[in-house]
């Protein structure tokens, strides 16, 4: 069993991830709200989308015309957050298993991919604040043993 206070260890953790952002800026947002140093997040059935030429920062638009539209069914990734710009940055590196729904050419998830809505993810973080939304770290471990098994090939992923 994993066990920690504050500030001495990991702690396993579950929140909602804000959608119609670039997926890392939503792990940046989630990093920022639990004060994490860096996290090892699962997450699992996710809908995405991938729109050309929009800016990180601009709205989702209401329709997906020039688009394509995807559904992640589990991503593992470490998150390290590195403030060393002042930019408040976070890199994420990990691998999972995704599925585009149309006809997208190259099947890799850019690192620029949005959430199409909110999403749930849990994991382990690390803070120097006690976490709110702690969870026992038996359920995370059970969570992504399925996912592991039922993932038919997982690709590597980078933002």
Known sequence: MITSRAGQGAEPFDDILD???????????LMARHQLSWAWLVLSHAPVMEIAGLAPDAPVPLHLRDGHAGVIDALFVTVLYCDATGEHDISLTGSG??????????????ADIRLAEPAYVMGFGLSSRPNARRIEAGEILTVAATLVSDGPGFRPFSA
């Open 97 to 110: 298993d995704w599925r585009w729904l149309d006809g997208r050419g190259d099947a890799a998830l850019p």
């Open 19 to 29: 959608g119609y952002f670039t997926l890392k800026e939503s792990v940046r947002q």
